[in-house]
């Protein structure tokens, strides 16, 4: 017998603190359009219980992670996954911008604790079900191949004509995770996207996309339905169309229509979703000393020079470029320590990566492990940067720079080796 428990709360901060996700003039955050929340899910069967938790944070650090991990018994093994929208608070220093102070992270931590605790305690038995079906027209590769052979981002709003191709295809399904107990219905939707619609432009705290697929989700799910969008591997993933320059780019009307768009799929993987086989719960977790990003001389030197111009890179000031690839140069020969987890619930793998994970990358995983009827969540437990293929590193472009990503090329992929060990050691 499987038991599951649901439980949620808001950790929406107050007026002021900064915001996280996009560089801007001003982090300082204005107001609230709607509630951030703290999400979590508890599975038990026989003796071992996992936990999931989906907070609405762009990035849970180490450091938070183990805050939150402090407060909650230290045999159960847990998943805190960011929804990485990039509405929420900055729960740390990127690129020099503002942080939160010590007391929000502890108000924080506290909240995502108690939230599971009290999932926890409304353990019911409960049958499970998983789901898949495909969402096109809302996530797109953000990474282009121009005519030249270069790279360019799709925000930056090319000419279709100059671009050959996008570098890759993103992942378009669905996957649900039901859970229906005696009093509610939890389902776990699934989908590799960047919440990112509301950009620079939007200073109020917000779930983007993720609060419409709730919205969706009740008003065409019958019964008592609770909502938690596990985000996928997006590191290469957003919702701009290069070839539409008309489509809408930002804003919340862009946000609630693809956050139905996402409920509409959630809906039907859900309708036609079959049992689970087994009731079998594990979990398995590794540790990995990943190679970092050789920063060069030549590199901090070119930085310099920038910086003395008054130029920008990528939103990034030369002098705040200069400090951090300066720190990255000094660690360069220390290993970047991270973790991998997968839990087994029943039959449905679900790992937990430490980072933004290419979407390549999660397709190499799947053809080592032979199935593609898996959960890859991302900045789960941890936030390492970009983690990009080993050909995305020739190929240049925003998430392959140094301070983006913080690893060496191939070392995503030996990430992924470590994901096949763990799979075959549980499946």
Known sequence: MVYAGYAESSITPECGVPLMGNTREDYRSTGVHDPLYCKALALRSGERVLGILAVDLC??????????????????????????????????????????????LERIARLCARTFQRALQSLQPASLRFGEAECGGISFCRRLKGIDGSTVMNWEMPDPDSVERPWSIPDRRVRTLEAETRSSRIILVHFPLHPAVLDYSNSLFSRDFPLYLDEGMRQITPGTVRTMFINGCCGDINHIDYTDPEAPRRGYAAAQRIGYALALSAFEAVSKASP????????RCRSVNLKRFEVSQEMIDAAQASAQQGDISDGIPGSQAVTMLSRMKQMQHTPLTASAALFRIS????????GEVFSD????????????TFIAAELVNHAIGYIPTEEAFGQGGYETQAGASHIAPGEGERLM?????????LF
């Open 417 to 425: 080796d470590t994901c096949r060990d763990m799979y075959q050691m």
């Open 276 to 283: 689970a086989q087994s009731d079998v719960i594990d979990f």
């Open 347 to 354: 039959d449905m793998p679900f790992f937990g990566l430490p």
């Open 361 to 372: 990358l999660k397709q190499k995983l799947g053809r080592s492990i032979q199935t593609d």
């Open 59 to 104: 990035m849970v650090p180490a450091f938070l992670s183990l805050m939150i991990r402090s407060r909650i018994p230290d045999d159960i093994p847990m998943m805190i996954c960011a929804t990485h929208t990039h509405a929420g608070p900055s729960v740390l220093s990127l690129y020099g911008a503002p942080a939160a102070e010590h007391t929000e």
